[in-house]
C-alpha cells in the first residue's frame, strides 16, 4: 500500500514535534500540509492528577465539540500522536530513538528543558548528524532574558506591536489572535526548510534554529526602528490608520465599516472623484503621498462623510467601479458565506475521529505544482504510540512494559 505522504512535496521528511500548544505545532501543521510525517509527542495524563487530561493542553483550549477543541483540528491534522513522558528516563530513551530517524525536531519548550533530558543539540547531533533542530522559545537560546518565562502576547509586546494596535491614549489591545505565535512559527517553517536545503547541497549536516517570539514580531515592523534611528520618531498608536500614508482608513457607514485603501496617486484621484469631491482630486499638493499626509484629517473626514451616508454594500460597488481598494470587516459568517473564500478551497470540510465534520480553513500557500492537503484528522491522545514505536523496532512486549510503567499511554 502506498504511503499517505507519498505524493506531496515534502514525502519523506520526517519532523518530531515536541511542543505544545500554538507555535511549535503551528510550523508541524505548515509542515505537514505539504507532505512531511509530523510525529507529535504528548504528555500521557498523570495519575497523581486525576481528571487532568493529559495531552497537548490546546485540546482543551476554546470551544469544546465532543471532548475536543475544534481548534485541535485544525492544528493536530496530518499528525500522528504518541504520548510518552519524557519526564522518566525510559520515555527519553524512546524520544531519542525516534530522532535518531528523524530529519526534523520542532520544540518549544522553555530553554534548558531540552538539555535537562539529555537531549541538548550537541547530543542529538552525535545522534543523528543531519538533523535540524527548531527551537521556538520566548526570548530566544542566548541573552540575559533566556530564561525568563514567555508566551505570543509578551513577544507581541516586546517586539513593538502592542504599542501601536490600539487608538491613540486608549489601552493597546491585542489584535484578537495569537499572531505573535504563529508569525514565530512561520519564522520557524521558513528557518527548518531552509536548513533542510542546505543540508542537501553542503553535505548532510543539521543545524540548530533559534526562534524568539519577540524577534518574529519585530521582524515585520517595517520601518519603526529606521524612523527611531534616523529622526528619534517613535511611532504611536494611530486606530484603524496607517501613519505617514494616507489615506488608509476604517470609515462608517449606515451598517458598519468599510476600510478603504486609497493611497496611491491615481487610486486617489479616482477615489476622490468617485465621493464627488473633484476638488480634492484635482489639488495639486494632493498629488503625492506627502502632501495627503499633511492635510490627512480633511481627506478623511471628506470619505467619512461620504461613508457614512451609505451602506457597506453601495460603498463596495461605488469604489470597486472605480477600481479602489476597499473592503468590508469580515467576521466568521462573512468568511463562511463568501464565495471567494469558496471558490479558493479555503474552506473545507474535515471528518474528525469523533465522528462529526466541521468545516476548516484551507492550505496556504498554493504551489502551482502540487497542492497541500489534509491526509489525517487530528488523532486522539496517544492514537498511534504503539504504530510508531513497532515501526521503531520495539517488540509488543516491550510496548506492553513500558505501558504498565506509565512511560506510554
Known amino acids: 500500500m502506498d504511503s499517505p505522504f507519498s505524493s506531496s512535496a515534502l514525502h519523506g521528511v520526517r ?14 501543521k505548515t509542515l505537514g500540509e505539504f507532505g512531511a ?51 522518566q528516563a525510559e ?24 538539555e535537562g533530558w539529555g537531549m541538548s543539540p550537541d547530543e542529538l547531533h552525535a545522534l543523528n548528524p543531519g538533523l535540524v533542530i527548531l527551537r521556538i522559545s520566548g526570548y530566544g537560546q542566548t ?42 512559527a512561520l519564522h520557524g517553517a521558513i528557518g527548518v526548510l531552509t536548513a533542510l536545503y542546505h543540508r542537501k547541497v553542503n553535505g548532510g549536516q543539521g543545524q540548530v534554529i533559534d526562534v524568539a517570539l519577540h524577534e518574529a514580531v519585530f521582524n515585520v515592523m517595517e520601518s519603526l526602528i529606521p524612523e527611531y534611528s534616523a529622526f528619534g520618531a517613535v511611532r504611536e498608536a494611530a486606530g484603524s490608520a496607517l501613519p505617514g500614508i494616507a489615506p488608509s482608513n476604517a470609515y462608517p457607514c449606515t451598517d458598519g465599516w468599510v476600510l478603504v485603501a486609497g493611497n496611491g496617486d ?16 484635482d489639488a495639486p499638493d494632493l498629488g503625492s503621498n506627502a502632501g495627503r499626509v499633511a492635510r490627512v484629517a480633511e481627506i478623511d473626514a471628506a470619505i467619512g462623510t461620504w461613508t457614512a451616508a451609505r451602506s457597506v454594500q453601495q460603498v463596495m460597488e461605488t469604489l470597486g467601479g472605480a477600481r479602489v481598494p476597499a473592503g468590508k470587516v469580515y467576521t ?4 463562511a458565506e463568501d464565495p ?3 471558490a479558493r478551497d479555503m474552506l473545507l470540510t474535515q471528518q474528525t475521529r469523533d465522528g462529526y465534520s466541521v468545516q476548516v480553513p484551507g492550505i496556504v500557500p498554493k504551489l502551482s505544482g502540487m497542492l497541500g492537503s489534509i491526509r489525517t484528522s487530528a488523532p486522539h491522545l496517544g492514537d498511534d504510540t504503539d504504530a510508531v514505536l513497532a515501526e521503531a523496532g520495539l517488540t509488543a512486549e516491550q510496548i506492553g512494559l513500558l505501558r504498565s510503567k506509565g512511560v506510554i499511554q
Not at 514535534?17 to 507555535?23: H, P, T
Not at 495524563?45 to 485541535?72: C, H, M, Q, Y
Not at 514567555?150 to 491614549?169: D, K, Q, S, W, Y
Open 266 to 281: 491615481s487610486i486617489f484621484k479616482r477615489l476622490m472623484t468617485a465621493i464627488g469631491r473633484q476638488d480634492l482630486a
Open 37 to 87: 510525517e509530523i510525529i507529535k509527542i504528548e504528555a500521557p495524563a498523570d495519575p497523581e492528577r486525576p481528571g487532568v487530561p493529559g495531552g497537548d493542553p490546546l485540546r482543551n483550549w476554546r470551544l469544546i465539540k465532543e471532548g475536543t477543541s475544534v481548534w485541535w483540528q485544525v492544528q493536530s491534522r496530518n499528525k500522528r500522536s504518541v504520548a510518552l513522558d519524557l519526564r
Open 15 to 28: 519532523v518530531i514535534e515536541m511542543g505544545q500548544l500554538i507555535a511549535g505545532p503551528f510550523c508541524g
Open 332 to 335: 466568521a459568517r462573512d468568511i
Open 91 to 114: 520515555g527519553q530513551d524512546i524520544a531519542r530513538r525516534l530522532i535518531a530517524e528523524a530529519d526534523v525536531l520542532i520544540e518549544n519548550f522553555r530553554p534548558g528543558t531540552l
Open 340 to 342: 471567494h473564500y469558496q
Open 143 to 184: 541573552g540575559p532574558y533566556r530564561d525568563l518565562p514567555g508566551f505570543g502576547v509578551i513577544g507581541e509586546a516586546m517586539g513593538g506591536l502592542r504599542h501601536l494596535t490600539a487608538e491613540p491614549g486608549r489601552v493597546p489591545v491585542r489584535v484578537g489572535v495569537s499572531i505573535g505565535d504563529t508569525l514565530a
